[in-house]
């Protein structure tokens, strides 16, 4: 259909599978481990907390904010969850059902905020952010926390089968949990009034507020759900280090902006799919994986990180001015 | 000065009829006891500058502002003290505003359907009533857009039909459309026009709001002029005129004279020789004479602004050459310029940018830090304050000190505050792009004062506008750019105000 190969050029979505498809090409040939099974599938596990916290942080930035505080609500989700569980008794599913609403909570102080007091969101969420650290260390001593339940820190395979050379593929629950958490977000943003609303406030809040949509309402929904995210992408990471350690996912933040943004979410606002921030991931997954098959130093990985993203950042800032051209350059 | 209103009064089959409606915010009475009237299928003008109460008036329509107690707003019939924006949506009364207020990253079809995306949050839109919907708001402007294409890609043009669609899809029996006709080419105005005589063929009332009587005026029946609150009076479409609104407006007699002065036999200050730069402007040369206002004139997009970053060095010459006093010149950046004496004032909304809570001296100095700093790159206050003084004194500032805020001036001290930053530049060349738009009559007219007080002291001002009767009856010179060309120059009084209109709007 030639409609809708016309709608995908141009999209960010398009050239970063262009992308990832050469990426693939390169490595498969420079490392014949690259393209197998086993390794794919450690692929998507190694990255599937980043892959939930980018879902959030996805539906954030298409709301028109950012946030900043997401690894802070995740460690102190993980940790009331780990602290119930292993030293009060709770039973799992209230324990982790406490510890999302939490993350709801940690999320929907910051829609607050930005909304009552009418600061950039950045502003906001970099002051919770230092706010739920601190408080987090404060209440813990910075103590971690070991002996998770098995099934917590061991992990449930859905699936598992050994290939002809004798490695061993398992679906596991990250995985497991990052699919349905990629499927719910692709599901609210696309096909609910919610979802809608989150895009046309980050279109324009001003217009949205006056076809009356709330504002509030949606930037609670939009940070509310990155807060629960949050709190899933805690409990994930800490059954991956068997423990749940207060600082464990401090400094995490840019990666998760950065695939966000790599997938064509815009810093202001009402663009962006779900699809291209698994993409995002993807890329940057792909492109560490290949790199240290080949032996490069995972030093060097930062480089790669920043460029990939200055080159998606301006290849969107050319084809914008391109597209718009000589429109009117003054709003009168 | 009072003004005899003819004003039709309100019949009683009028779709809208507001008597003695008022407003005060605080202290300031925004509107005083008005009475207006709307009939079904009328198109009516609403004029007034900055601050004479249309947008709080609008605001009162669409439910955002409740009325002070006493008046009334009849609709249908029915009378209300006030109106929640629910009941202003529902009894079919909707604001196109001139943003338009449209989501440029979402389809045409859910900016026209939007409404069905409200409400209960984890519910599906409904994507065949929205598809219906903006099918059919698209048919009753016999309109094609394509439906999932996004807003953000279409033409102003098209984007306004989209803003009218969403209000018809609310089932709009009134609509006010704010300044419209701004950022449109004569041709996209004409398709409005036609847009609009098939509303009001469906029975839907048409207010264009404006700060300035526009060519809708061609198809309005009624103009209503407010001031200061107030309702001036209520007039048939066919007896009003730019001058006579324009008085209306402001109650007061403006003077419209031309100024045409000739300066060809000097050498000119600035000469521009087969300028171009790809895409943007080609093949233009002009003269600039001192003392001489040289109006630009041309649709949006006609290449006037591109053409003033380039003669104040933003972006370099393709083709051609600048020359200053007959002196070839390259310039390679903005710093050259000034350095040669050019000076280029981008559109600004108040008064040429002065900084009103700052000083005087603040205002004054900030043109020429560069020149007051020592070779450590401090200013001395002492030297700043002699500076600003000099000024204030040459001028004759009304002002107790330098050191005073600026809001603190009268509006005509102001006005010479801008003066004395710009001459303390000691600018050759001053270019100055569409120094007054979104500024009222009143203020208009200060800003023309500053410009001609500008070039009476020797400065050659390039002054470049949309607006025909800024450039009319202001420069000695206009010159017409058409797609990045110059196709005309026009003495204003050889050429009439409405020739030129006529030839730019073509």
Redesign the interface.
């Given at each position: 259909m030639p409609r809708v190969l016309r709608a995908l050029i141009g999209r960010t979505e398009t050239a970063l599978a262009a992308a990832i498809v050469v990426t693939a090409i390169v490595f498969s040939v420079t490392s014949p481990y690259f393209l197998t099974m086993p390794n794919l599938i450690d692929l998507v596990e190694a990255y599937s907390v980043t892959t939930i916290l980018a879902a959030g942080v996805f539906v954030v930035l298409v709301s028109g904010g950012i946030d900043i505080s997401f690894t802070a609500t995740a460690s102190a989700a993980q940790y009331l969850a780990a602290y119930l569980m292993v030293k009060q008794g709770v039973p799992a599913v209230p324990a982790l059902a406490i510890s999302a609403l939490l993350g709801i909570a940690l999320g929907s102080i910051n829609a607050l905020l930005t909304y009552h007091l009418r600061v950039v969101s950045i502003i906001v969420t970099i002051a919770t952010a230092s706010i739920y650290y601190a408080l987090l260390i404060y209440f813990t001593n910075a103590e971690e926390i070991y002996n998770l339940p098995d099934w917590w820190s061991n992990g449930v395979s859905f699936f598992r089968y050994e290939t002809a050379n004798g490695d061993i593929v398992k679906i596991t629950l990250p995985i497991v949990v990052m699919a349905v958490v990629v499927a719910l977000t692709q599901y609210l943003m696309s096909r609910t009034r919610i979802g809608r609303q989150v895009y046309a406030v980050g279109g324009n809040p001003e217009a949205a507020s006056r076809v009356g949509i709330d504002i509030l309402r949606v930037q609670l929904f939009a940070y509310g759900y990155l807060g629960f995210l949050a709190a899933i992408a805690g409990f994930v990471q800490a059954g991956r280090v068997h423990q749940a350690v207060p600082t464990a996912m401090k400094g995490g933040e840019l990666d998760v902006l950065a695939v966000a943004i790599l997938g064509g979410a815009s810093l202001v606002g009402g663009i962006g799919s779900v699809w291209g921030v698994l993409l995002g991931v993807l890329f940057l997954a792909m492109l560490q994986n290949g790199l240290n098959l080949l032996g490069v130093s995972s030093y060097f990985f930062g480089v790669v990180i920043g460029l990939a993203i200055l080159v998606s950042i301006s290849m969107t800032g050319y084809v914008d001015k391109h597209a718009r051209g000589r429109r009117v350059k003054r709003a009168g | 000065m009072t003004v005899a209103a003819s004003a039709p009064e309100a019949r009683t089959d009028s779709f809208l009829a507001l008597s003695g409606i008022g407003k005060r915010f605080g202290g300031t009475v925004a509107l005083d006891a008005i009475d207006w009237s709307v009939e079904p299928g009328e198109v009516h003008c609403l004029v007034g500058e900055n601050g004479s109460g249309k947008s709080t008036l609008i605001k009162i329509l669409a439910g955002v502002h409740a009325p002070d107690p006493g008046g009334t707003i009849t609709i249908d019939g029915v009378a209300h003290q006030k109106l929640t924006?629910?009941q202003a949506?529902a009894l079919g009364i909707q604001v196109i505003?001139?943003?338009?207020?449209?989501?440029?990253?979402?389809t045409v079809l859910?900016n026209i359907a939007?409404?069905h995306?409200?409400?209960?949050?984890?519910?599906?839109?409904p994507r065949r009533a929205m598809r219906e919907t903006a099918v059919a708001a698209l048919g009753r402007l016999d309109a094609h857009l394509p439906l999932?294409a996004p807003v953000g890609?279409l033409?102003?043009a098209q984007r306004q039909i989209v803003a009218i669609c969403?209000g018809l899809a609310a089932n709009a029996r009134l609509l006010f459309m704010d300044?419209p006709t701004?950022?449109l080419t004569r041709h996209e105005v004409d398709l409005l026009l036609a847009t609009v005589r098939r509303l009001k063929a469906q029975g839907v009332a048409i207010v264009f709001v404006s700060h300035r009587l526009e060519e809708v005026v061609e198809i309005a029946e009624r103009v209503t002029v407010l001031r200061d609150g107030r309702k001036v009076g209520t007039y048939p479409a066919s007896e009003i005129d730019d001058h006579r609104l324009a008085e209306l407006m402001t109650g007061r007699r403006i003077e419209h004279a031309v100024r045409a002065r000739r300066f060809e036999a000097r050498q000119p200050v600035l000469e521009l020789r087969k300028a171009g730069r790809a895409?943007?402007f080609e093949d233009v040369s002009l003269s600039l004479h001192a003392g001489e206002i040289v109006g630009v004139t041309g649709l949006?997009?006609a290449g006037r602004?591109e053409l003033a970053l380039a003669l104040f060095g933003m972006t370099p010459l393709e083709r051609g050459e600048i020359l200053l006093n007959g002196t070839p010149v390259r310039l390679r950046s903005n710093r050259d310029a000034v350095a040669h004496g050019i000076a280029y004032v981008s559109?600004d909304r108040l008064s040429l940018g002065l900084n009103l809570r700052q000083s005087i001296a603040d205002n004054i100095s900030i043109t020429v830090l560069d020149q007051l700093s020592d070779r450590a790159g401090l200013v001395s206050p002492g030297d700043r304050s002699g500076m600003a003084q000099g000024w204030v004194g040459r001028l004759d500032i009304r002002t107790a000190s330098v050191d005073a805020a600026t809001q603190t001036l009268s509006g005509g001290n102001q006005q010479r505050v801008v003066l004395a930053k710009w001459l303390a530049t000691r600018p050759k060349v001053l270019i100055l792009d569409?120094p007054t738009?979104?500024v009222d009559i009143r203020n208009k007219q200060g800003i023309y004062d500053v410009v001609r007080q500008l070039a009476e002291r020797g400065v050659a001002i390039l002054l470049i506008s949309d607006e025909v009767p800024e450039v009319y009856f202001n420069a000695d010179r206009i010159l017409h750019m058409r797609d990045g060309r110059i196709v005309g120059e026009v003495v204003p009084g050889e050429v009439s105000e409405h020739d030129l209109a006529q030839a730019i709007y073509a």
């Open positions: - | 924006p629910h949506k505003f001139q943003d338009l207020s449209l989501f440029p990253n979402l859910e939007i409404d995306e409200l409400g209960s949050a984890l519910k599906a839109p999932d890609n033409s102003v969403r300044e701004a950022s895409g943007e949006l997009g602004t559109e569409s738009v979104g």
